[in-house]
């Protein structure tokens, strides 16, 4: 009934940019936060980002001055513009929706989700 999708990740070299993008479907009725988590291999997966509906943000320190996430309350859909990308940026970047209250078509609901991931590489 709720489903996250996630676009925009691929291969790119030290130094380059990637656009990442989360759209939340369903009949969504609110939405308490989004953010982007990732996991490289054998790590623990880690906040990476986090946006509120009030547009207050959160940085990982690694990612702070490089990334930027942003997003659009109507659309269900928010976005993290990676910039200057590390090898250590590799990893599989999941979406998550934080306390997303919809309507299953004969209750109301509130519950976290998340997204299929998406493979971020970076090139040295």
């Known amino acids: 009934q709720v489903q996250l999708v996630e676009s925009g990740g691929g291969l790119v070299q030290t130094g380059g940019s990637l656009r990442l993008s989360c759209a939340a479907s369903?009949?969504?009725?609110?939405?308490?936060?989004m953010g982007w988590y990732r996991q490289a291999p054998g790590k623990q997966r880690e906040l990476v980002a986090s946006i509120t509906s009030g547009n207050s943000t959160n940085y990982a320190d690694s990612v702070k001055g490089r990334f930027t996430i942003s997003g659009d309350n109507a659309k269900n859909t928010v976005y993290l513009q990676m910039n200057s990308l590390k090898p250590e940026d590799t990893a599989v970047y999941y979406c998550?929706?934080?306390?997303?209250?919809?309507?299953?078509?004969?209750?109301?609901?509130?519950?976290?989700?998340w997204g299929q991931g998406t493979q971020v590489t970076v090139s040295s």
């Open positions: 369903g009949v969504i009725i609110s939405i308490n936060a």
């Open positions: 998550n929706a934080d306390r997303l209250r919809f309507w299953t078509g004969a209750t109301y609901r509130t519950g976290d989700f």
